[in-house]
């Protein structure tokens, strides 16, 4: 059986953000509650992303490329754990945003917050 996450119905029609304090909707909450427990799993996910009303770079990055940066995967793991859907029109171009975002990630890239 395969998982789907379709982040407008699941999580959010508005993401936005990278952080927790940037409010709701961002891309450390998602990945946190998302994705982390998939690719720790060993699972894989289809991840839908119609149905928001767009995806804001600094969502994208942190919620998957932060699963190298911030979690300690490869960018070949990640992609083969979540394959990404997108059908409604213009939307093909985030799925290329965040496999760019993937592939270009490192651990030694990881962003540091101040506090």
Do not use: C, W
């Not at 720790?40 to 940066?69: C, I, N, Q």
């Not at 083969?80 to 890239?109: C, Y």
């Amino acid at each position: 059986m395969t998982i789907s996450i379709n982040i407008a119905r699941d999580y959010t029609p508005y993401p936005g953000g990278r952080y927790p304090e940037d409010g709701k909707g961002n891309g450390t909450t998602f990945r946190e509650k998302f994705l982390l427990p998939i690719i720790r799993e060993g699972k894989t996910a289809d991840v839908v992303l119609d149905g928001a009303a767009g995806y804001p770079s600094s969502f994208l990055d942190e919620a998957f490329a932060g699963l190298v940066r911030n979690e300690g995967f490869t960018p070949e793991q990640v992609l083969a754990a979540f394959h990404f859907v997108a059908t409604q029109p213009g939307f093909g171009r985030f799925i290329l945003l965040v496999e760019d975002f993937i592939r270009k990630a490192s651990p030694e890239g990881a962003r540091t917050r101040g506090h």
